[in-house]
């Protein structure tokens, strides 16, 4: 299957800091990439769907100034946690789905955000 | 009703079983259906990829999915300790909006 690639895996930051993290596709070119949180022992919670050249579509209640999504190329979404305080550590997972119309539908490793 | 539901488990089973995981739904215009393993702290590997109504094997794993009733099952054969993992349901409308199921604990003790 493609395969999509997060960075980092785990990160540990300061409370008031900022957060990057990439999620590439490195065998196809997703024109939509999905942008997910989730909690210990609870399902996927969809934050934003980010297209290739646009702006990103924001579930209820996720603050987009908080979460900046950025689609800047086919292969290449990055999720930044602006101002980071302890309740957004989380884990964080992208998935991307190909150009073509077949529904499938590949995630990243996750990333697993602890903000002290 | 949510649009997807999917028993949360935990589901243990002895080693050898044959596994059952079910979900159904409600919203007729969906199209494709995956299965998805996710063990704990990491991503979603996708394991089964089925469109529209039909049955799917790949080795120990048959995907069905019945339009007609809204159900979608996956079949585990001979589990193994390592299957034990969430797993979540997932369909979408032409590759548009996705629905994830919550997902179900399943642990295969040896």
């Known amino acids: 299957g493609a395969v999509v690639s997060q960075h980092p895996s785990w990160v540990i930051c300061k409370s008031g800091t900022s957060v990057k993290i990439e999620c590439r596709s490195l065998d196809f070119q997703a024109t939509t990439m999905f942008w997910y949180r989730q909690f210990p022992k609870q399902s996927l919670m969809l934050m934003a769907t980010s297209n290739e050249g646009s702006k990103a579509t924001y579930e209820q209640g996720v603050e987009k100034d908080k979460f900046l999504i950025n689609h800047a190329s086919l292969t290449l979404s990055t999720l930044t946690v602006t101002s980071a305080h302890p309740e957004d550590s989380s884990f964080y997972i992208c998935?991307?789905?190909?150009?073509?119309?077949?529904?499938?539908?590949?995630f990243g490793e996750g990333s697993r955000l602890t903000v002290l | 009703q949510k649009e997807v539901e999917q028993d949360p488990g935990p589901l243990s089973v002895p080693e050898g079983a044959i596994v059952s995981l079910n979900c159904t739904y409600s919203n007729s215009a969906f199209q494709y259906f995956m299965w998805y393993r996710q063990y704990s702290r990491k991503g979603p590997e996708l394991l089964m990829y089925t469109y529209s109504s039909g049955n799917k094997e790949d080795g120990r794993f048959t995907a069905q999915v019945d339009k007609s009733s809204k159900y979608i099952s996956l079949f585990i054969r001979d589990s193994q300790p390592s299957d034990s993992a969430t797993y979540l349901c997932?369909?979408?409308?032409?590759?548009?909006?996705?629905?994830f199921g919550p997902g179900t604990r399943l642990s295969v003790l040896p």
């Open positions: 997932a369909m979408s409308n032409y590759g548009q909006n996705f629905v």
């Open positions: 998935s991307a789905r190909d150009g073509t119309n077949t529904g499938e539908l590949f």
